[in-house]
């Protein structure tokens, strides 16, 4: 148990739908990052929040969108999904704004249908 | 853009010998590296990192090489075993750290 908590770990869901999915970061960490890994692309940076901000973004749609609550957990929404956004979805966390590597969750999955 | 980029898919080796797994990056500026290995339905795990101003680093039987002057760095695992079994991905952070980039990964299979 790496300490980071993510759920549901699995999700499945029509095309057009809307779904939350959640992320507890390790204890004492105030840094989240969501990531999104699919078969073709790899490990891709979505967006980083500190301290329930945020901070840093990558090629995240605009169909999604990310916060962080006071209790430092997080929650990415994925909004009119389409077939092409199943993948799993991780969260990662660290203490810092900005640190050198991070502690990742277990993902979630996630199937459009 | 910045990337890194990894040079075999796929590696497969005897279960004893030692593997050797090498990445690319492009980005000049990234002055700290990772390796990550990835277990089916887990998330990425740290095994080992090393900074710009170093060439070597070892961990347990793990090393990780970088050679800036061609931009490669390479994760060395010593005496394979089948827990090795998994997916390595590279990865490169860069001032002001708030992201790590992470390479398309390679498997590894080690053969009983």
């Known amino acids: 148990d790496s300490g980071v908590t993510q759920t549901p770990k699995h999700l499945i869901t029509a095309t057009g739908q809307r779904v939350t999915l959640r992320c507890s970061p390790r204890?004492?960490?105030?840094?989240v990052y969501w990531y999104q890994q699919s078969l073709d692309q790899g490990l891709q940076f979505l967006i980083q929040?500190?301290?329930?901000?945020?901070?840093a973004k990558g090629n995240i749609l605009e169909r999604f969108s990310a916060q962080q609550f006071p209790d430092l957990h997080s929650e990415l929404n994925l909004s009119s999904l389409e077939l092409g956004d199943s993948a799993l979805y991780f969260c990662?966390?660290?203490?810092?704004?900005?640190?050198?590597?991070?502690?990742f969750g277990s993902g979630t999955r996630l199937t459009v249908v | 853009g910045e990337s890194v980029g990894l040079h075999l898919p796929t590696l497969s080796v005897q279960e004893g010998d030692n593997s050797i797994i090498n990445c690319a990056y492009s980005n000049s500026a990234s002055d700290y590296f990772i390796w990550y290995k990835q277990e089916s339905g887990k998330g990425p795990q740290f095994i080992i990192d090393?900074?710009?101003?170093?060439d070597k680093r070892q961990g347990q039987r793990v090393t990780v090489l970088l050679n800036k002057t061609v931009k490669h760095l390479s994760l060395q695992i010593a005496a394979t075993q089948p827990g090795d079994s998994a997916v390595y991905f590279c990865a490169e952070n860069t001032p002001p750290y708030d992201k790590v980039i992470f390479g398309p990964g390679t498997s590894l299979s080690v053969i009983p």
């Open positions: 090393i900074r710009s101003n170093m």
């Open positions: 990662a966390s660290s203490v810092a704004q900005g640190s050198y590597g991070y502690t």
């Open positions: 929040y500190y301290n329930g901000e945020e901070r």
């Open positions: 204890s004492g960490d105030l840094s």
